[in-house]
């Protein structure tokens, strides 16, 4: 029954590149989460009326988080090749893949940090102030566990842009599914190919999803 | 305990400089319970959050007990606030922790280890009558019981000094009773100095010993809340007493009578401490050829004494009534004949 729908289709294959597809998308979240929640933060703080306002901090950090956000990704691959190969010594492989995939998410991310912090009510980070509390006190008790659910629905949508710049990232030789679909389905005039591909796809997404809202909603007390 | 000496708060804006709080000067003495009142941009806010360094003053000094707070910074100053605790308007609880979680936070913050929070919150969470509770989030609470947790709250780290920020004006009018005798019940039972800043008379009125009036920054009046009531000086604060003995009606229903009764008098006692527990009414009765008819009348208890204010309807002979008039003046009554404006 498979068979006949995708003939064409090497399983063994398949789920190589499905596992190059997921390794890449889940070390590039977990980094893309922590820096991007740093960068959030940096952003938050040092904005107006904040803990550590501070003009040219804010102003370079936004100009920063501007500019890689607005490079399309597949240039950005192409612009960190040189980056890459030092890093890294190659740009062939799922790792190779990872830089661009990070520096392209985090700033992205990183606004998305910035607003959750914003939604915070004001007068719970007075509260804290008032009862003595540091700003790292601040930070790790009162703004994470209070922007929680936002930022968790906030790295569902980055990840799942992330599956889609894996697929991207395919072109320049990091293997995953968008590699397969490319070479083998569209080059090779193999439909079916690249149909099981979208499909897997597909269903990653789903997954990411529904693990996204399941925490999001589990942690939301509000 | 507390002294503010000259205290001045100017904020820049984008057309000039506001001057939030202008040459404030006030003792607030320990065990006290102070009440600041004024509309809203009077400066009260302002100046509260001066006394915990959440704004520093522009000029002049805060002082509590011995702390100059308007000039400490960095880790003296988060040590200093550790004591002076504050409870807000919107509560403003952690909705992520739980109650129990959220009055532990200031523990958490003054390095309290583990089994001693643990303790010390079960006392809080009995103290301020929230038994059962504890594994609840902010969210499954009504107003008055978040300000409940609010306070246990504050009180986690053993305060000298409370300062309640508009505390019941986000409450109805039955939890923010209860919510004031909690406030009376923890100052005679701890001896906590508490500041309060609100809106309300009623407030001032229910728990306050002493108050001071604030308009465009300036204190403008300032003293014992029955001598207040008693003999208001400035218009803004006789607006604010007439908020408690003066239902709205009142000034209505006096204007009524007054067109109704062209020939009588209409009077308004005021009674304060012990003369509102002596007979005048009924001895004004039996000594005059009057008839006496009471319009409207009120008592408010406040925390020196009671004050009540009764309108009555006088009418009789001219030289009777004067006679009368004369005889409640003389029966330390506060006595004042309402005319037509």
């Not at chain 1, 998305?112 to 008032?130: F, H, P, Q, T």
């Amino acid at each position: 029954m498979i068979e006949q729908i995708f003939p064409n289709v090497e399983w063994p294959m398949m789920w190589e590149a499905t596992y190059e597809t997921i390794y890449m998308t889940l070390i590039s979240v977990v980094i893309t989460f922590i820096l991007g929640i740093a960068l959030g933060l940096l952003l938050f703080l040092t904005s107006k009326g904040n803990l550590w306002e501070n003009k040219i901090v804010y102003a370079i950090t936004t100009a920063v988080v501007n500019i890689f956000r607005s490079i399309p990704f597949i240039i950005l691959i192409v612009l960190l090749i040189p980056f890459t190969r030092t890093l890294l010594g190659t740009i062939r492989g799922a790792d190779a893949a990872l830089p661009a995939l990070i520096i392209g998410a985090a700033p992205f991310y990183a606004r998305m940090v910035e607003i959750a912090l914003r939604e915070i009510d004001k007068g719970v980070i007075e509260a804290a102030r008032s009862m003595g509390a540091k700003v790292s006190t601040i930070v790790f008790k009162v703004l994470i566990p209070e922007s929680m659910p936002a930022l968790i629905s906030g790295i569902t949508v980055t990840a799942i842009a992330l599956v889609g710049y894996t697929a991207m990232a395919g072109v320049i030789g990091a293997g995953g599914l968008g590699n397969l679909a490319f070479l083998d389905g569209f080059q090779r005039s193999r439909d079916d190919v690249t149909l099981a591909a979208t499909i897997i796809i597909l269903i990653i997404v789903f997954i990411i999803q529904f693990i996204g809202d399941f925490f999001t909603n589990k942690l939301d007390k509000r | 305990m507390i002294t503010i000496s000259d205290v001045k708060k100017v904020f820049k804006t984008k057309t000039g400089s506001l001057t939030a709080v202008d040459k404030v000067n006030l003792k607030i003495k320990e065990g006290e319970i102070f009440g600041v009142i004024g509309y809203s941009g009077a400066g009260k806010s302002t100046l509260i959050r001066m006394l915990n360094g959440l704004e520093q003053p522009s000029e002049g000094k805060v002082d509590i007990n011995g702390k100059l707070i308007s000039s400490i910074k960095g880790g003296d100053l988060r040590k200093a606030r550790q004591k002076i605790s504050m409870i807000f308007q919107h509560f403003n609880l952690l909705w992520s922790r739980t109650v129990s979680e959220n009055i532990s936070f200031p523990l958490e913050i003054a390095g309290v280890p583990k089994q001693e929070r643990q303790k010390r919150v079960n006392e809080l969470i009995e103290l301020v009558g929230l038994e059962g509770r504890g594994d609840a989030y902010p969210a499954q609470l009504s107003g008055g019981q978040k300000q409940r947790v609010g306070i246990a709250r504050a009180l986690a780290n053993d305060p000298e000094v409370l300062l309640c920020d508009e505390a019941t004006s986000a409450l109805d009018p039955q939890t923010t009773d209860s919510i004031l005798e909690l406030l009376v019940d923890i100052n005679k039972r701890l001896g906590l100095t508490i500041v309060l800043i609100t809106h309300e008379m009623h407030v001032i009125r229910k728990i306050c010993h002493r108050v001071a009036v604030m308009e465009g920054g300036k204190v403008v009046e300032l003293g014992n809340v029955l001598d207040v009531f008693k003999q208001p000086k400035e218009n803004i604060t006789k607006r604010f007493v007439q908020q408690v003995t003066e239902p709205e009606e009142t000034k209505d229903t006096i204007e009524h009578l007054l067109n109704e009764y062209q020939d009588g008098r209409v009077i308004k006692l005021t009674f304060v401490g012990e003369s509102a527990e002596q007979p005048v009414v009924t001895n004004l009765i039996r000594s005059f050829d009057l008839q006496v008819n009471i319009l409207q009348g009120k008592i408010s208890q406040t925390q020196n004494g009671a004050y009540g204010s009764l309108f009555i309807h006088l009418h009789g002979k001219q030289d009777e009534l004067d006679r009368a008039i004369e005889f409640l003046e003389a029966a330390s009554v506060g006595v004042e004949v309402i005319t037509h404006d």
